[in-house]
């Protein structure tokens, strides 16, 4: 199954994953509480200031895709989400752990993910990270991959791939990241329009081939 995220949807499942682990008196969430849950500022990279409509946008995309739900309870009148993750991809904790760090904080090294991971899991060794970082990467499709070292640096880093491919990795600068609603979806049907763009590419691709033959 191949997925592809956006930067709010990605926030989004990181923050219902994380909740789910570190918090499971409070999971579900509501809108609100999953709102705040996406900006906070502590183990999160970047931080970010999504309003409740990009929330929403996200998570509905995320249910079309099968990694969220929306859940009613008898004894609240609040709607509240949870993610489907391992109804998706059948993780082991170690496996949702670092999945969930990445999505949360962009690519780390292994030693940063064994630390920040601490909550959710804990990995006794490094090579105990480095062992599901190989599973992950030995998913079909691969869920991670090992980024090229950068100058200067001793360990290579790791990111997801639930959000496309990533070609390396440089410091971000300190900003926040602002998306409301209506911005969300402009990028949604941008990204439309450039998947539509690529099918017809694809498709000329094909009929030029067909006549050279």
Known sequence: MN??????????LGSLIEKD???PDYYPLS???LTNACNQKSNRDPVMELDE???RLGLRNLSEKR?????????????????????VFNFTRPETAVICVLLLRGPQTPGELRGRTERMHRFEHLDDVQATLQKLMEHDPPL?????????TKEARYAHLLAGDVEGWEPPPESRVVISGLENERV????????????EVAELKQK???LSH
Do not use: C, F, W
């Open 188 to 199: 949604l049907k941008l990204e439309e329009e450039v998947a539509e763009l690529k099918r």
């Open 53 to 55: 409509d990009a929330v």
């Open 144 to 152: 991670v991959k090992m980024l090229p070292r950068m100058p200067g």
């Open 67 to 87: 990694l969220a739900a929306y859940v009613n309870s008898s004894d609240s009148r609040v709607t509240k989400y949870e993610h489907r993750l391992q109804e």
């Open 3 to 12: 997925i592809v995220l956006n930067e709010v949807e990605v926030r989004v």
């Open 21 to 23: 682990i570190t918090t």
């Open 208 to 210: 030029i081939e067909k």
């Open 31 to 33: 809108l609100n509480a």
